[in-house]
């Protein structure tokens, strides 16, 4: 086996310790990620003049050509998993543990779309197992809907460092993935959880305004309808919150009825 490179070597270390102060409860990012190369970049030769490097900022438009091209070209879910196993999301992929893939039943009519993997996604590799996916389960228990009639996935597979919001561009980057997983699913209706998947998957803001309010998307040439939920993490500080979401839920209770 060939030898670690220097840059390896950083990135496994940054990891580790990345890990360590993630176990003793720390969140923010400690570290600033190891300087990656730029992919597409044909650079001119530095200057003589010893002036110095500063590094390269991961090119994040080529990531995005790699991700549409990739997506695309994955014909089956599992082919789409190992395609983002083995994706370099730059500053996504750097920080998390895993990548969080999906949950439940591929056959399942309801695709359930979230935002990020937090914590407890990161180290389990699954969405929706914290306490958050303990009150989304709640949830469509209350509706009858139980794993079996559900497809959980997220509009970003890694969990941001410091358990931000993903941003604008690592959204774009990963819109090609979960296009190509709507597609895959082939939904009859989709439940998009929280205002950042709701932006992604519809470019509309204001989850607050837009809960409860049908949309639809084009899947695979399908319109298919979707509503936007308040996200659970939401829903528990705000807890008055929850007679929304309930009328909301006999809304998918009711539409389905009708599919
Ligand atoms: N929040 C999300 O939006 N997705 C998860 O998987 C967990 C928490």
Same mark, same amino acid.
């Given at each position: 086996m060939s030898e670690p490179s220097a840059q390896q070597v950083l990135k496994q270390a940054l990891k580790a310790s990345q890990i360590w102060w993630q176990d003793m409860g720390v969140e923010a990012t400690v570290l600033p990620p190891a300087p990656k190369p730029k992919i597409t970049a044909t650079r001119k030769a530095p200057a003589q003049t010893a002036q110095k490097?500063?590094?390269? &900022?991961?090119? $994040?438009? &080529?990531?995005? $050509?790699? &991700?549409?091209e990739q997506a695309k070209a994955a014909p089956t879910l599992d082919a789409l998993k190992t395609v983002l196993e083995n994706f370099d999301a730059g500053v996504l992929s750097d920080h998390a543990r895993n990548t969080v893939f999906a949950r439940g039943n591929p056959d399942a009519d309801i695709m359930v779309i979230g935002e990020a993997p937090g914590r407890q996604e990161d180290e389990s590799g699954k969405p929706f197992v914290g306490p958050a996916g303990q009150l989304l389960d709640k949830m469509f228990a209350a509706i009858d809907l139980g794993a079996d009639d559900l497809y959980i996935t997220n509009v970003c597979n890694w969990r941001p460092p410091g358990n931000r919001n993903p941003n604008e561009e690592e959204l774009a980057m990963c819109a090609p993935f979960i296009t190509r997983h709507m597609e895959l699913i082939a939904p009859k209706l989709v439940v998009i959880v929280g205002g950042v998947s709701l932006q992604a998957l519809t470019g509309k803001t204001g989850i607050m305004k837009t809960r409860g309010q049908w949309q639809e998307l084009d899947i695979a040439n399908q319109k298919t309808p979707a509503l936007p939920l308040y996200h659970?993490?939401?829903?528990?500080?705000?807890?008055?919150l929850k007679k929304d979401a309930w009328r909301d839920l006999l809304a998918i209770r009711e539409r389905l009825s009708g599919l």
């Open positions: 490097e500063t590094p390269a &900022a991961p090119d $994040i438009s &080529a990531q995005m $050509i790699k &991700a549409a659970p993490a939401f829903l528990l500080r705000r807890p008055e």
